[in-house]
């Protein structure tokens, strides 16, 4: 284990955005003249990439893998997007440190930066998360919600594919026919050139995430996709899609959603790393968003949103709990005193049971294929 003046061996997944937000990480504390060594680990959920996520298992399969290093004191301490965690902790192990969050609000991801009002009737949407579906078919009824896996890069891929392909496709063949027609004096000039430049020319523009993404062979084309802001732009994509903000309000963030967990085993590091990283507003928020999943007992087989903001000495707080289907919902909108905030979450996670959210909860439960009380504890880990 790391003592005072040594390097702190910090755990992260190997995922393109995992790293990035691994970067801050090491980059705030080594800010603070602590030395800090990112050490990779592949995880439950990294390796069976073809089941969705509600249905990996009670601990959280982007996280166990890494807390277990720590646990077994190979590694000191690990990163985690707090969205993943499960409620249920190992008893020696505690978030050392919660960083300032990024935004925490969902965005509706086009290839041209449609809203949701603008997409065609029976629009296909991807995610894999059931908070995500309920709240889509709540708000449109008639869209088509359809999986989707993999982490961000693979996400805007599959949804850029298409329309890529298409374009491809289209200045393929106009060429064709502008070489067909050379030579040709009755040929309108401006309907042989549609595009000005070659495909080559075309395709040489654009960049190896583009390329790559052109390459796919999608199973769904998609017309829009849903993911965590904080993401999009940690991962650093926003520039090849166009982005439509999804109103809190109604579409109620995950618990946790934009912010980063520090897992330490409890102790003298766990409390250094907290003196040196935590952001005792984000520590506020995130604590009432997870002690009301926590009492709700709903995880990821449930669509349960929940988003706190403190505000003075308030904390603004917003639950969403629906049917998987999104016809049903129990919500309620709080201000609750920051003094007491886990006492209160508590307090409001009761009443919210007692409102009939338990029901749905239940039934949720009893939907699920291969799910049971056991996974109640599990996330909607979707990498964002």
Request: glycine share 8%.
């Amino acid at each position: 284990m790391t003592t005072r003046g040594e390097t702190l061996q910090l755990a992260t997944r190997g995922s393109d955005l995992a790293l990035r937000q691994a970067a801050t990480v090491r980059d705030s504390l080594s800010s603070r003249r602590l030395s800090v060594e990112l050490v990779e680990v592949e995880t439950t959920g990294d390796q069976i990439r073809d089941e969705l996520i509600h249905r990996l298992g009670k601990t959280g399969a982007f996280v166990r893998s890494l807390d277990e290093k720590v646990l077994d004191g190979e590694l000191d301490a690990a990163v985690h997007s707090m969205k993943d965690m499960p409620t249920e902790r190992p008893e020696r192990l505690v978030v050392a440190a919660v960083p300032e969050r990024a935004a925490a609000e969902d965005v509706l991801v086009t290839p041209d930066g449609h809203s949701l009002e603008e997409l065609p009737e029976g629009a296909t949407v991807g995610t894999s998360s059931l908070r995500r579906k309920a709240q889509l078919l709540a708000e449109r009824d008639d869209l088509t919600v359809e999986p989707l896996r993999g982490n961000v890069d693979t996400r805007i891929a599959k949804l850029l594919a298409p329309s890529l392909q298409q374009e491809h496709q289209e200045r393929h063949e106009a060429e064709q026919e502008r070489k067909g027609n050379a030579g040709d004096p009755d040929t309108d000039e401006e309907d042989e050139h549609p595009y000005d430049r070659t495909v080559e020319e075309w395709f040489d523009d654009l960049t190896e995430f583009e390329r790559r993404a052109m390459e796919r062979d999608p199973d769904v084309e998609y017309d829009a996709i849903v993911l965590a802001k904080a993401g999009l732009h940690r991962a650093g994509l926003t520039r090849y899609v166009g982005m439509s903000d999804l109103d809190p309000d109604r579409f109620v963030p995950a618990p946790g959603q934009g912010a980063l967990a520090v897992t330490a085993v409890d102790g003298d590091l766990a409390l250094d790393i907290k003196d040196r990283l935590d952001d005792p507003q984000t520590r506020v928020e995130t604590t009432v968003e997870r002690t009301i999943l926590e009492e709700l007992g709903g995880g990821c087989v449930a669509p349960i949103g929940v988003h706190a903001h403190l505000e003075g000495g308030v904390v603004h707080t917003r639950v969403r709990v629906l049917s998987q289907d999104g016809t049903e919902e129990v919500s309620v909108g709080r201000d609750v005193p920051a003094e007491y905030h886990i006492d209160a979450a508590q307090d409001l996670a009761a009443e919210l049971a007692e409102q009939g959210a338990d029901d749905l909860i239940a039934e949720a439960k009893r939907d699920s294929t291969g799910a049971d009380d056991d996974a109640s504890t599990v996330r909607e880990e979707d990498e964002e």
